[in-house]
């Protein structure tokens, strides 16, 4: 079925305003439940191809993702917002900070928007022509900061380990410890992710997380649980699929070691690729991105029911003995 055109798209997401209630929320669209729908057809998900998920204010009020133009060899990528303001949702614009630079995985923490830039940097160009992302022009991460209803000008994000090759897709938990995708030891692939714990204003010397989630596959795409309880992530380890990546959820134990990760299913998963998860702040969907034949690629989102229903298995498996 072909996509709501998107002056329809606006008239339904932006023009008619919506009862005091939670109607509002998620551009009023009506929230899916166990089989994965396109979020913000013709809004958000267009003909563009969708290169993360949305991520949230608090408040819900404000979302972010990161978006580029066809032919995406011939153009940068850009962060897009929405806004609900004065009972109704914006149009798309191309964020404050945006829009110059390559600009990619943003993430909103403590009132900061962070994200991965190629900005200021020296690039070579020979690098521009580089056939594999991990061998693109380096990427370090900046943040905005909201100030008076306004986002302030980018400022480089400063931690020792910023200065390294890549440092991309950043999660932080409720308590300030990082999750990221970067190019650095203790992987058997060109990435992997890693886990970097706050100490006091500093950062530990980041650690790649254990063979479950790093596997001698592409592993990337991280999103952590704002409780650090689970992380959700594509891999391309699932090869009999004849797919370019599956999303897989690994559970923390209370010795706080990983469970192995779970394959997310046959709902969420396809023979196309599916990857950028992130969880609303409110817990209840799941966002990702997966390739379509119309447009490339396309935000989803899903009922989070999912991540429960996989974490009762492996705690309470079925074949239990009492």
Known sequence: MRKISLISALILFTIVPFAQNDSWKYLGQ?????IPEVFGPGVVSTNKLEHSSPTFTSDLKSFFWTAIDYPTNENIK??????????????????????KYSDDSPFYYNGKIYFSS???????????????????PNSKVWYSELFDNEWKEPEIFQNPFNKE??????????????????????????????????????????????????SNFQDWTPFIAPDESYIIFSSTRNMHRDDYGDLYISYKKNDGKWTEAIYMGDNINTPSQERFPSVSPDGKYL????????????????????????????????NKQD
Request: hydrophobic share 35%.
């Open 30 to 34: 009506t929230p899916p439940k166990d």
């Open 78 to 99: 850009t962060i897009y917002f929405c806004k609900y303001d004065n009972g109704k949702w914006t149009t798309p614009q191309i964020a404050s900070f945006s829009g």
């Open 118 to 136: 190629d900005r200021n940097l020296n690039q070579l160009s020979d690098s521009l022509k580089a056939l594999h992302w991990t061998l693109k």
């Open 165 to 214: 090759p890549k440092l991309i897709n950043l999660n932080f938990s409720n308590n300030g410890n990082m999750y990221f995708l970067s190019i650095l030891k203790g992987v058997t692939q060109q990435c992997g992710i890693y886990y970097a714990k706050k100490n006091g204003l500093d950062y530990s010397e980041p650690q790649a997380l254990p063979k479950f989630i790093n």
């Open 287 to 318: 966002f990702f991105t997966r390739w379509t034949e119309e447009n490339g690629q396309d935000i989803f989102w899903v009922s989070a029911k999912i991540i429960d229903d996989l974490k009762k298995e492996v705690f309470n498996p079925k």
